[in-house]
């Protein structure tokens, strides 16, 4: 079963980048462009600490980058990553034939 599990690792990243209220309107700042840490943090009104566990979840699932700049981090949308997610998204609802003769639990 570890074998099973570690093959939806990147899934698992991915999809809990998405299951966050903070994380989603990081997200929607971040579609206009880049943003310096300090202006999420002046948007969101949450602690800089917040801040940094929600970007580690984001940049983890490469969903956003961080550029260092002096002593802050302007982040922005990833777009090999947003791919990423999207054809991962596609995979969890697209239909695979089903083979009659190994799959019937039923007659």
């Excluded at 991915?14 to 202006?39: M, P």
């Excluded at 002593?71 to 990553?81: A, D, R």
Aim: aromatic share 8%.
């Amino acid at each position: 079963m570890r074998f099973v599990a570690s093959a939806y690792t990147e899934t698992i990243k991915v999809f809990k980048a998405f299951c966050d209220e903070n994380r989603l309107q990081i997200l929607a700042l971040l579609r206009t462009g880049e943003k310096c840490a300090c202006k999420l943090l002046d948007d969101l009104h949450i602690t800089q600490s917040t801040l940094s566990h929600h970007m580690k979840i984001l940049c983890d699932a490469e969903i956003v980058q961080g550029r260092k700049y002096g002593k802050w981090v302007h982040y922005s949308i990833n777009p090999e990553g947003a791919e990423r997610a999207k054809k991962l998204l596609e995979q969890q609802f697209s239909l695979v034939p089903h083979d009659e003769q190994n799959g019937s639990c039923c007659r």
